[in-house]
């Protein structure tokens, strides 16, 4: 793993305890990933989506047995995250999603179908999204990526943006 990955995994596990301390139910929305486990390895039970398209097949996060419902970048790659946004049971959710850098166009692999960010968040959109489907947001806070020393306007431009939103939300209504 990369040094900006293992960072932004370090900063995400730190959000995750300070809000959710485990041991906790988690269902986890991807497949196992770097993340989750380690997030296993810090007392918390995780489980994970299969790989399922979360866009048409919701059954996943219609389990009652779940505390936490935990979606790091995934959102930025459903064509309709509302969907599942509005079918989670569980109570609570960590969510995190990029933000759309004003300079730079949004992330799109022509070699993948499955690694495209079809949408790139600004703050007030995200929040607008959690709110429509029954999340209160109770803490926030915005990330500018690891600082990897490049030349240029752009890599200047990223050291100093923000480029990751995390949320811990509450469900409020069922």
Same mark, same amino acid.
């Given at each position: 793993?990369?040094? $900006?990955? /293992? =960072? ?5 596990? *730190?959000?995750?305890?300070? %809000?959710?301390?485990?041991?906790? *139910?988690?269902?986890? #929305? ?5 993340? /989750? +486990? ?17 866009? #048409?097949? *919701? ?13 790091? +970048? ?5 064509? $309709? ?5 509005? $079918?989670?049971? $569980? ?10 850098? =004003?300079? /730079?166009?949004? !992330? ?8 495209? %960010? !079809? %949408? ?8 607008? #999204? #959690?709110?429509? @489907?029954?999340? &209160?947001?109770?803490?926030? *806070?915005? =990330? @500018?990526? !690891?600082? &990897?020393?490049?030349?240029g306007i752009r890599p200047l431009l990223r050291m100093v943006t923000n480029r990751y939103y995390i949320v811990y939300c509450e469900k409020i209504n069922y």
């Open positions: 793993m990369d040094k $900006a990955t /293992s =960072w932004r995994h370090k900063k995400t596990l *730190q959000f995750l305890i300070n %809000h959710c301390p485990p041991p906790m *139910q988690i269902l986890d #929305l991807g497949v196992v990933n770097d993340l /989750s +486990e380690l997030m296993s390895s810090n007392g918390y039970n995780v489980s994970n989506t299969k790989g399922e398209n979360l866009d #048409l097949n *919701q059954t996943s996060v219609l389990r009652t047995d779940i505390e936490l419902v935990t979606a790091f +970048e995934i959102f930025e790659h459903m064509l $309709a995250p509302f969907n599942i946004l509005n $079918a989670i049971k $569980a109570k609570k959710m960590i969510a995190s999603v990029p933000l759309k850098l =004003w300079f /730079s166009n949004a !992330y799109w692999n022509d070699n993948d179908d499955r690694d495209k %960010h !079809y %949408h790139e968040f600004e703050v007030k959109q995200f929040n607008f #999204l #959690l709110e429509k @489907t029954g999340w &209160k947001i109770i803490n926030s *806070q915005k =990330w @500018t990526p !690891y600082k &990897k020393i490049s030349l």
